[in-house]
């Protein structure tokens, strides 16, 4: 089946520096991938939307400055917080839908990075 | 754009109950509609899903109907077991996302599964 890795599984920062996190699609092509934020117990808000070979679009309220997307192949898309705060710290998940399997519309997840900030 | 509502945040059922979860979306033109089980400290997974041209999906103890004039969806599991407690969360794909098919998320169900 479709394997979305991401990583790292968690990280811890100090304030004011940047962390980058990685979503690879393993063994299919993903055109688009997604960037979700979680906070505990609560749902999975959509922070960008990511294609490659172009800007990621970003979602009312998501600062394109603080969190850079980068999607350079079809397999690899990269989310950098950059000058971390601790209000940063949260769940961060990425999901990438493939470009083949054109009947299954649905997104297939990354194992998620947890970002502590200190 | 897209608004998704989900019912309730939290379930308790006794092995063997049903459950059912709601939800409710705002944009007449979407499309797809996924449900996802997330288990602690794990990915969400793809359970099962349905599109707007069919009314309801069946896999195993697990279906999916949709009432699109009603703008609801719901999810039914039958015969629970322990292993089924996890977060639901079902989710609308807003059709006019520029063909990206993002997913806008439900706040999530809370299952618990009592032996």
């Known amino acids: 089946g479709a394997v979305v890795s991401q990583h790292p599984s968690w990280v811890i920062c100090k304030s004011g520096t940047s962390v980058k996190i990685e979503c690879r699609s393993l063994d299919f092509q993903a055109t688009t991938m997604f960037w979700y934020r979680q906070f505990p117990k609560q749902s999975l808000m959509l922070m960008a939307t990511s294609n490659e070979g172009s800007k990621a679009t970003y979602e009312q309220g998501v600062e394109k400055d603080k969190f850079l997307i980068n999607h350079a192949s079809l397999t690899l898309s990269t989310l950098t917080v950059t000058s971390a705060h601790p209000e940063d710290s949260s769940f961060y998940i990425c999901?990438?839908?493939?470009?083949?399997?054109?009947?299954?519309?649905?997104?297939?997840f990354g194992q998620g990075t947890r970002l502590t900030v200190v | 754009g897209e608004n998704v509502e989900q019912h309730p945040s939290t379930l308790s059922v006794q092995e063997g109950d049903s459950a059912v979860i709601k939800c409710t979306y705002s944009?007449?033109?979407?499309?797809?509609f996924p449900w996802y089980k997330q288990e602690l400290g794990k990915r969400p997974q793809l359970i099962i899903d349905?599109?707007?041209?069919?009314g309801e999906k069946k896999d195993q103890r697990i279906a999916v109907t949709l009432n699109k004039t009603a703008k609801h969806f719901s999810l039914h599991i039958t015969e629970t077991q322990p292993e089924d407690s996890a977060v639901y969360f079902c989710?609308?794909?807003?059709?006019?996302?520029?063909?990206?098919?993002?997913?806008?998320f439900g706040a999530g169900t809370r299952l618990a599964v009592h032996p």
């Open positions: 999901s990438a839908r493939d470009r083949v399997q054109g009947g299954v519309w649905g997104a297939f």
């Open positions: 944009d007449s033109a979407s499309n797809y």
């Open positions: 349905i599109r707007s041209n069919v």
């Open positions: 989710a609308a794909t807003p059709l006019g996302s520029g063909g990206y098919n993002k997913l806008i």
